[in-house]
Every structure is written in structure tokens, then in C-alpha cells.
């Protein structure tokens, strides 16, 4: 069973930035497109970014130009570097296959305030 352990919410002013850690198996990492999703209370949940085995990014349009990914070199770990905050970021964040096939984690908390 794949476990996913997200980390590194928190609340942050407008403008801020914040990176989250997402843990998960190597394999996962090296199998599948990995992706970052959030929820937004009242809203469905939606794929922001993502990263390919190979390292192709891809992000959402409201995120495009101020979130980025990364790896840790062990390839165990991706983070999500969001820089330039806005109250509409805030969201429960989690991480899971493009496709969501996995058990979802508990996520991290993002709160961005004027």
C-alpha cells in the first residue's frame, strides 16, 4: 500500500511563501507522475502540479510562475515551493499519483490572510 505523508503547512500573509514535503516510496516516485492536489473548504479537490519520473513539470494556470517542484536527492521526497501566496491558495494540500489512484493522506494545511 502506497503512503503518502505530507508536511509543512502553516499560515502565512499575502505575498508569502511556504514549501510543503510530500514522503512517499521510491518506487512511487520512479513509477508515476506524481502530483500536487489541494482542497479548498466548499471546493472539489484539483491537481496543481505535478512531476514525471523523468522530471517534466507541469502546473495549473493559477499556479504557473509561482509554485515549483523539487526532489531530495534520494528521490523519496518531492516539495512544493510556493512562493507569492494569495488568499485563494488556501487550501488542504496533498500529494498523490496524477491519477489519484492511492490512499489519500491527511494532508497540510495552507492558510494565506491579507
Known amino acids: 500500500q502506497v503512503l503518502f505523508v505530507e508536511s509543512g503547512g502553516g499560515s502565512v500573509q499575502v505575498g508569502g511563501s511556504l514549501r510543503l514535503s510530500c514522503s512517499a516510496s521510491?518506487?512511487?516516485?520512479?513509477?508515476?507522475?506524481v502530483g500536487w492536489y489541494r482542497q479548498a473548504p466548499g471546493k472539489q479537490r484539483e491537481l496543481v502540479a505535478s512531476?514525471?519520473?523523468?522530471?517534466?513539470?507541469k502546473f495549473a494556470d493559477s499556479v504557473q510562475g509561482r509554485f515549483a517542484l523539487s526532489r531530495d536527492s534520494t528521490n523519496s521526497t518531492l516539495f512544493l515551493l510556493m512562493n507569492n501566496l494569495k488568499p485563494e491558495d488556501t487550501a488542504v494540500y496533498y500529494c498523490n499519483t496524477d491519477s489519484g489512484g492511492y490512499a489519500w493522506g491527511q494532508g497540510t494545511l495552507v492558510t494565506v490572510s491579507a
Open positions: 512531476i514525471s519520473p523523468s522530471g517534466a513539470t
Open positions: 521510491i518506487v512511487v516516485f520512479r513509477s508515476f507522475r
